[in-house]
């Protein structure tokens, strides 16, 4: 069974440009989470799917970002006009949809890392 | 607002000795989820423990052990006999479930140097 997969893994990107970043999980995990990570920090979230359905967005992220997971599987992050305050680690995590009161855990990929010049 | 708070920033250990990591946090939810990870130099994130709010049993998993009291709202790791592959970041993150989304909140993390 392969882990949860990114790609690519880095990114160097001047600023205005656009970069999009693909994320496949576990095969069985109908969960897909998007965090980013800046250096000294704890991930934060950003936005996640059941299935093809975004279910909630952080008021973190600008209009400059979307996600997509068309399928239900693999799931795409696009960042427009890229700024410099955009670089970090961008991690996808999928895990099988809790629901009620139970959650389950989440399972990280190895991230993207972006650098913006 | 749900928050966790790692105090320790950076912890550092003779190898063999014991080491404790806190975890304190906030939550207005009544049912949520607490989780260790790890995440060493490589920087991918490895799960390590996943505990509920209505289990306060302590966990032993091998060298690993965890500390649930909700009277304090703290969820604290050992390690027992520390290696130096346990040098690693360690978060401790907090999943509210009653509001239906299961988003992980992260806490700093702690950087644990393990001195051989």
Same mark, same amino acid.
Request: glycine residues 6%; negative net charge; charged residues 20%.
């Given at each position: 069974d392969t882990g949860v997969s990114q790609d690519p893994r880095h990114k160097i990107t001047k600023r205005g440009q656009n970069v999009t970043f693909r994320c496949d999980p576990i095969?069985?995990?109908?969960r897909l989470y998007w965090y980013r990570q800046t250096l000294g920090q704890g991930p934060e979230f950003l936005t996640y799917f059941q299935n093809e359905a975004q279910l909630e967005k952080s008021?973190?992220?600008? $209009?400059?970002f979307s996600a997509e997971r068309p399928k239900g599987s693999f799931s795409t992050l696009e960042i427009q006009r890229?700024?410099?305050? $955009?670089?970090a680690m961008y991690l996808c995590a999928s895990s099988l949809a809790g629901g009620g009161v139970v959650a389950y855990e989440q399972y990280f990929g190895p991230g993207t890392r972006l650098t913006v010049t | 607002a749900q928050k966790v708070t790692q105090a320790q920033t950076e912890i550092s250990v003779v190898e063999k000795e014991d080491v404790t990591l806190d975890c304190v946090y906030e939550t207005r939810d009544t049912t949520y989820y607490l989780f260790w990870y790890k995440q060493p130099p490589s920087g991918e994130l490895v799960f390590l423990i996943r505990r509920n709010s209505f289990d306060e049993q302590n966990e032993i998993s091998g060298r690993y052990s965890w500390n649930f009291q909700k009277s304090t709202s703290s969820f604290n790791f050992t390690i027992t006999a520390?290696?130096?592959?346990?040098s690693a970041v360690y978060f401790c993150a907090l999943s509210e479930t009653n509001f239906g989304n299961e988003k992980l909140t992260f806490g700093t993390g702690t950087r644990l140097t393990i001195i051989p």
């Amino acid at each position: 069974d392969t882990g949860v997969s990114q790609d690519p893994r880095h990114k160097i990107t001047k600023r205005g440009q656009n970069v999009t970043f693909r994320c496949d999980p576990i095969s069985e995990h109908n969960r897909l989470y998007w965090y980013r990570q800046t250096l000294g920090q704890g991930p934060e979230f950003l936005t996640y799917f059941q299935n093809e359905a975004q279910l909630e967005k952080s008021r973190l992220l600008s $209009d400059r970002f979307s996600a997509e997971r068309p399928k239900g599987s693999f799931s795409t992050l696009e960042i427009q006009r890229t700024e410099q305050g $955009d670089s970090a680690m961008y991690l996808c995590a999928s895990s099988l949809a809790g629901g009620g009161v139970v959650a389950y855990e989440q399972y990280f990929g190895p991230g993207t890392r972006l650098t913006v010049t | 607002a749900q928050k966790v708070t790692q105090a320790q920033t950076e912890i550092s250990v003779v190898e063999k000795e014991d080491v404790t990591l806190d975890c304190v946090y906030e939550t207005r939810d009544t049912t949520y989820y607490l989780f260790w990870y790890k995440q060493p130099p490589s920087g991918e994130l490895v799960f390590l423990i996943r505990r509920n709010s209505f289990d306060e049993q302590n966990e032993i998993s091998g060298r690993y052990s965890w500390n649930f009291q909700k009277s304090t709202s703290s969820f604290n790791f050992t390690i027992t006999a520390s290696q130096v592959v346990d040098s690693a970041v360690y978060f401790c993150a907090l999943s509210e479930t009653n509001f239906g989304n299961e988003k992980l909140t992260f806490g700093t993390g702690t950087r644990l140097t393990i001195i051989p």
